[in-house]
């Protein structure tokens, strides 16, 4: 079955996301191996994904891209709606295994500060890697080092190392709009510019054509 190509990557994107998304929500009602499965999960669905879509699966990681000229506008909108609705399935699909309905949780109380800070930290370190990978020919290993780093923040940063606008975003539909997670989804985008300020000004290999 033939199918316009733009769609295809927007269902490979949406796809991606929605498992991903499902973990998250499904490993906190299993939590023993909770930053394992999420970082394995991930990982999995870029292998799944990378050939297809790129595997984004991120918009702070396609506004990137779109940054840096390697996707035009009308991609960039399409992954966006594709990467949101895959976390809003994801949020109702991890609490329909869990055979629960869909409620908000309540996390402890952290410094606002120190989150946005960490969001920032792990969307920019997350970016670098895919890039610094890229350009040195070595994407085959983006999905693991990628998974490797989600781990790693998730267990040093306030917010469990998001790091994602549409995990936010199936958060802020789980819990509403009112706890700070918009300023979540803006310390990503801030991250992303940071990591597009690195590659232009500061990386040697910056005249390098990016791959995807």
């Known amino acids: 079955m033939k199918i316009n190509n733009l769609l295809r990557k927007g269902i490979a994107e ?7 998304v499902t973990s998250i929500v499904s490993a906190n009602f299993n939590p023993t191996f909770k930053n394992l499965a999420l970082a394995g999960t991930l990982t999995l669905m870029i292998l799944l994904t990378a050939t297809i879509s790129g595997g984004h699966l991120n918009p702070a990681v396609s506004f990137f891209f779109f940054a840096r000229r390697s996707i035009d506008l009308t991609t960039l909108i399409t992954y966006w709606i594709a990467q949101l609705a895959g976390g809003a399935l994801g949020l109702y699909l991890g609490f329909a295994l869990s055979g629960q309905s869909v409620t908000s949780v309540t996390g ?3 410094s606002e500060s120190g989150a946005f800070i960490g969001e920032i930290l792990a969307t920019t370190v997350l970016i670098l890697i895919i890039i ?3 350009s040195t020919k ?4 983006i999905p693991f080092a990628v998974g ?3 781990l790693a923040a998730s267990t040093f940063t306030l917010t469990g190392a998001q790091a994602n606008p ?8 789980r819990d509403g709009f009112g706890q700070n997670y918009l300023m ?7 991250g992303a510019l940071l990591a597009l300020v ?4 500061l990386d040697s290999d910056k005249k390098k054509k990016i791959k995807k």
């Not at 949406?14 to 991903?20: H, R």
């Not at 070595?138 to 290993?141: F, G, L, N, Q, S």
């Not at 690195?198 to 000004?201: L, M």
Request: proline share 3%; glycine share 2%.
């Open 14 to 20: 949406a796809m991606g996301v929605m498992i991903f």
């Open 108 to 110: 402890p109380t952290v």
């Open 132 to 134: 610094r990978l890229t």
């Open 138 to 141: 070595r994407e085959a290993i």
């Open 148 to 150: 490797l780093w989600v």
């Open 166 to 173: 549409a995990v936010t975003f199936a958060l802020m539909l």
């Open 184 to 190: 979540l989804v803006l310390a990503q985008f801030i």
């Open 198 to 201: 690195y590659i232009v000004v």
